[in-house]
């Protein structure tokens, strides 16, 4: 009796010792409940989450808290965020966004249609309801400062987020959401406008996942894992949006939305994270470099701290572990133990270990940055001989198989396909149902037979020992078919030379490939299986097809083959050998078109545009200029007493003036900007999309650091410029244009001679 009761608490113990209990998240949203929230409700709901051991409570917005700061102090939380994240970062708090939902924001401004509000210019002396938050409202205002309008220019009002206020005319203008207001009005039939910053290219991210630092660094595998549990949840999603959308009808409906609506939100929101173009959750740091320029231009980043974009983004591919983990790792030895001659998973090649199994253990060994052993083992007999020589002691197996209770598996690190191979006189087989009455050889290894007669029981299943048994069977007309993994059959017809008999089809069975160790070494599967996690697709193609030689073979008549293919092979070349030849002419024009493109359009000494390209470019922002009543920019500069730099120091020191001042201009305007030589010592600068003021803000910056370049042939020596502004006005003609900016540059040039006399 008191043998069966420690008997009873040694199981106990043993069981606790392997249990996991669902470790508690807090997810915080920062809106109420809606279709814009839905991946992470799916993944709650259909078990993404607790696959992963994670029990997520999701909060709605809550006015009185602060999202950040919640997620900054509380352990294992996480949260929604917009692009305003950013703003969070440069104030100091050590946050990482982990993926990006929309690719695009779905903020914008709305206006009924009979008040005519159109662009931001139409938004002068009009009542406007807009956040007060300046983080919350940042597209919005950049979009509304971007295009000349102060924001002393708008009546702001405060935001009631009513839809009511629109229609009745207490408000001309309010920020709202894409997928929400416009489905109302529309309901009621209501004509409306929109202004987004998108179609100005304003695009900022929105329903950022984030958590913070102390969070990666301390559970890196539970950020990742959450963070791939909720992708998944919105593919779903995304995939299935009228079923998502009755789900939040029923069960997170806290604003009493209709089904409709939620159906509208989600078709609206799934264009908006180009999900179809494969973008789901993707943050690009060139995006986010963008944001934080738009934010530094509109004050906001108040410390002027600076920080690494990447520093910011969690980076997917890599895997990162805590201290303890790290230790674990970097203190032990882990050993595979593998089978010569079980082709293609694993077989000696000169005397190295080569094969399915192989990669895949290499492939985990790169992504721990840890090297790994291999051992050859006799059937996994010298499993237990390594127990004292090496930590932990891996074998692959596969579903089905190994249901040792002394042992724990990994994740699937990848799928085997199932496959059928047949005499090559059988057809085509489609459905294994039309197989009825007749005998299929399955190897007992797969475990399927079962299942297989399940599925089909009008098939007679026979199972075979091993896969010689199988094919002998076949050879032997004692069964219809053999059933095993494609490769094993590959390899087997391959190296018997078996012409008679081909792989017929797949079938719509597969074997789970895992790692399998002891289970004293349990900690070790954290780490593998993160590894597992990070193997891409691509990866685990690029392994699977290195072994994929699949034979479909068919009786070939060799005479009849040399008679009349042979002629087409040497036909083939002869137009392979002109192919090739004519792809490097067509090459070689490319190369000097491209030469003559550059030579036409570039000035040869400075390397920039020269007159007649930045006529053209400047003649193309004109017509966008009237089309749309954006506003336009050109500076016309000339560099002072150049013909004194000339005449005294040479004109091989004038040229390097010239192109030193270039190079420095180019250094210092944006990319959307042109920049050319008119002539000699003039140029021209195109700025699309900027005010005069703003290019009076450009030319400080110019001013200042062409007065500060120096040259070597001539220490002292030191040049200036004159700039000239002119903006676009209606009716104006590049020549109207020019003249402005010519006159405005002389006006310049005479105040810099006035400085000059009374200097002398």
């Not at 950049?142 to 207490?170: C, N």
């Not at 040792?404 to 047949?422: D, G, M, R």
């Not at 570039?602 to 749309?628: G, H, M, P, Q, V």
Request: charged fraction near 25%.
């Amino acid at each position: 009796m008191i043998i069966k009761k420690l008997l009873i608490i040694l199981l106990l113990l043993t069981s606790s010792l392997f249990s996991t209990e669902n470790k508690k998240i807090t997810l915080y949203l920062d809106w109420l409940n809606q279709f814009q929230f839905a991946g992470y409700y799916i993944a709650k709901e259909k078990g993404f989450y607790s696959n992963y051991g994670l029990d997520v409570d999701i909060i709605e917005f809550n006015q009185n808290s602060n999202i950040t700061n919640e997620v900054i102090k509380k352990p294992n939380s996480y949260g929604i965020g917009k692009a305003s994240l950013i703003i969070d970062k440069y104030d100091g708090n050590d946050i990482i966004l982990l993926s990006s939902v929309f690719q695009n924001s779905p903020l914008v401004l709305i206006s009924l249609e009979k008040s005519n509000i159109k662009t931001p210019k139409d938004l002068k002396n009009r009542k406007i309801m807009i956040t007060n938050d300046a983080k919350e409202a940042a597209a919005l205002k950049t979009l509304i400062t971007s295009q000349g309008v102060s924001q002393d220019d708008l009546i702001i009002q405060e935001h009631t987020f009513k839809i009511e206020d629109l229609i009745s005319g207490k408000t001309e203008v309010m920020a709202s959401y894409l997928s929400n207001e416009p489905y109302i009005l529309e309901s009621k039939k209501i004509p409306y406008n929109i202004i987004n910053p998108n179609d100005y290219n304003f695009n900022f991210y929105e329903g950022i996942l984030f958590t913070s630092l102390n969070e990666l660094l301390t559970n890196p595998t539970r950020v990742q894992n959450f963070n791939e549990a909720s992708l998944k949840g919105w593919s779903y999603t995304f995939k299935n949006i009228e079923e998502t959308a009755k789900l939040i009808y029923e069960k997170y409906n806290t604003q009493n939305k209709t089904l409709e609506a939620l159906i509208y939100e989600g078709n609206v929101l799934k264009k908006l994270s180009k999900f179809d173009n494969g973008n789901l959750g993707e943050i690009n740091p060139e995006k986010i470099d963008e944001i934080k320029r738009f934010y530094n231009f509109l004050g906001l980043n108040k410390n002027n701290n600076i920080f690494d974009t990447n520093s910011i983004i969690l980076n997917k591919t890599e895997v990162i572990f805590n201290k303890e983990k790290l230790n674990y790792l970097e203190n032990n030895h882990f050993t595979l133990l593998v089978e010569d001659n079980k082709i293609p998973f694993s077989f000696k090649l000169t005397n190295q270990f080569k094969g399915i199994e192989i990669d895949f253990w290499n492939l985990i060994s790169e992504k721990l940055n840890k090297p790994f052993n291999i051992e050859e083992t006799i059937d996994n007999k010298m499993f237990n001989i390594f127990s004292n020589t090496v930590k932990a002691k891996f074998i692959y197996s596969y579903e089905g198989n190994d249901k040792n209770n002394n042992y724990i598996l990994s994740k699937p690190i990848s799928q085997i396909n199932l496959a059928i191979a047949t005499k090559n006189d059988k057809n085509f087989i489609n459905d294994l149902s039309i197989l009825s009455n007749k005998k299929i050889a399955v190897l007992d290894k797969l475990n399927i037979k079962n299942l297989l007669e399940k599925d089909f029981p009008n098939i007679d299943f026979i199972e075979v020992n091993s896969v010689e048994n199988g094919f002998y069977k076949l050879k032997n007309n004692e069964a219809y078919g053999f059933i095993d993994n494609i490769y094993s059959l590959t390899h087997y017809i391959n190296k018997n030379h078996l012409s008679n008999i081909k792989i017929n089809s797949t079938i719509d069975y597969s074997l789970n490939m895992y790692l399998q160790i002891e289970k004293k070494d349990y900690k070790f599967v954290d780490l593998i299986n993160s590894a597992i996690n990070r193997i891409t697709k691509d990866e685990e193609k690029i392994i699977l097809n290195n072994y994929q030689q699949i034979l479909y073979h068919d009786r070939i008549n060799y005479i009849q083959f040399l008679k009349y293919i042979l002629p087409l092979i040497l036909l083939l070349l002869i137009f392979v050998i002109f192919n090739i030849k004519l792809k490097k002419e067509i090459h070689r024009r490319k190369e000097v078109e491209a030469e003559l493109l550059k030579l036409a359009n570039k000035d040869s000494l400075t390397n920039i545009f020269n007159r007649r390209k930045i006529e053209e470019i400047c003649e193309k922002e004109l017509i966008r200029s009237k089309r749309y009543g954006t506003h336009f920019s050109i500076i016309f500069f000339d560099l002072n007493d150049f013909k004194i730099i000339n005449d005294k120091l040479g004109h091989h020191i004038g040229d390097e003036v010239l192109t030193k001042v270039t190079q420095t201009i180019n250094s210092n305007i944006r990319e959307s900007d042109s920049f050319g030589r008119w002539g000699g010592d003039e140029f021209l600068i195109v700025l699309p999309q900027t005010n005069e003021n703003q290019a009076k803000a450009m030319i400080l910056t110019l001013e200042k650091n062409i007065n500060d370049l120096t040259f070597d042939v001539n220490s002292e020596l030191k040049i200036s410029c004159s700039f000239g502004i002119s903006e676009y006005e209606k009716g104006d003609t590049l020549d109207s244009l020019l003249k402005k900016a010519d006159k405005s540059m002389y006006t310049t040039k005479a105040l810099y001679k006035q400085e000059l006399s009374k200097k002398t």
